[in-house]
């Protein structure tokens, strides 16, 4: 049992991103990932739409014999993690956006970025209403960024440096003192954003959140592969079988 792999699952780019940040704590735990690519993004679609198409790649996931599944999506968490836990008998983690640690972190308001199916679903409205923080955290629901990042991260072109200018220019000067990047795809262009908002802001995302949580609960469970036992192995698919998706892939992940 602890050898099986750990199931990753996106819309396309984005997981990658907390992919990274598990590999990098949990190095000896083996690893498969599917994004996707080919219906990304999934940010605009119905409930329903990303429902279907996250049970599909998920169950893709489970045919391969998995003992934990991350839903390395914010989008796809909120739109089916109730129901898949009651489906499904292994662990399942899901993405929770930032806003705690980032309310905790600065006293002004808190810019939450996120896909509009994200904002809009009950489970992240639940979240504000938990914190209390609707006073204080300003929703910006982007239309558009996490499928121009999935086809433009790799070149960081002009086109995305405009849209951002665009689309941060109306919260400039409103006392922003932290955003939260609530779509995995947005934390590879962090910088990007950071440099386009233009002020000293603090940004969060909700990645390290979810690694621990998953370590916690292999641990919990006793399915965790000890630290000594060496390195995992780490396997990247995408529903997409074009070679410009693939080469994404490995470029945001391993670099080259
Ligand atoms: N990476 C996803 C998220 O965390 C969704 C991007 C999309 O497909 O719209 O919300």
């Given at each position: 049992m602890i050898n099986k792999s750990i199931g990753f699952?996106?819309?396309?780019?984005?997981?990658?991103?907390?992919?990274?940040?598990a590999c990098a704590l949990m190095p000896e735990e083996n690893y498969i990932y599917y994004g996707d690519s080919a219906n990304a993004p999934?940010?605009?679609?119905?409930?329903?739409?990303i429902f279907e198409l996250t049970m599909r790649g998920i169950g893709y996931l489970m045919s391969n014999d998995i003992k934990?599944?991350?839903?390395?999506?914010?989008?796809?968490?909120?739109?089916?993690?109730?129901?898949?836990?009651?489906?499904?008998?292994?662990p399942v983690?899901?993405?929770e956006p930032a806003i705690k640690p980032a309310l905790a972190a600065v006293e002004g308001k808190v810019l939450m970025m996120a896909t509009p199916a994200t904002i809009r679903l009950e489970r992240y409205n639940n979240l504000l209403e938990r914190f209390n923080a609707r006073e204080r955290v300003v929703n910006l629901a982007c239309n558009k960024l996490a499928g121009m990042i999935e086809h433009n991260v790799l070149s960081h072109s002009n086109e995305l440096e405009d849209y951002l200018a665009g689309l941060l220019a109306p919260y400039k000067n409103t006392g922003?003192?932290?955003?939260?990047?609530?779509?995995?795809?947005?934390?590879?262009?962090?910088?990007?954003?950071?440099?386009?908002?233009?002020?000293?802001?603090?940004?969060?995302?909700?990645?390290?959140?979810?690694?621990n949580r998953l370590?916690?609960?292999?641990?919990?469970k006793g399915i965790k592969r000890p630290s000594d036992a060496g390195k995992g192995a780490v396997i990247l698919n995408s529903s997409s079988?074009?070679?410009?998706?693939?080469?994404?892939?490995?470029?945001?992940f391993y670099g080259k």
């Open positions: 699952f996106d819309s396309g780019v984005g997981g990658l991103s907390v992919l990274k940040e999934y940010g605009e679609k119905s409930r329903e739409e934990a599944l991350v839903i390395a999506c914010n989008t796809a968490t909120s739109a089916v993690i109730d129901e898949l836990r009651k489906e499904v008998d292994i983690i899901g993405m922003i003192q932290g955003i939260v990047l609530g779509c995995t795809h947005y934390v590879f262009i962090k910088e990007d954003i950071k440099e386009a908002f233009g002020e000293d802001v603090l940004i969060f995302d909700g990645n390290r959140g979810t690694v370590k916690s609960v292999l641990e919990e079988d074009d070679q410009f998706s693939m080469k994404t892939y490995s470029k945001l």
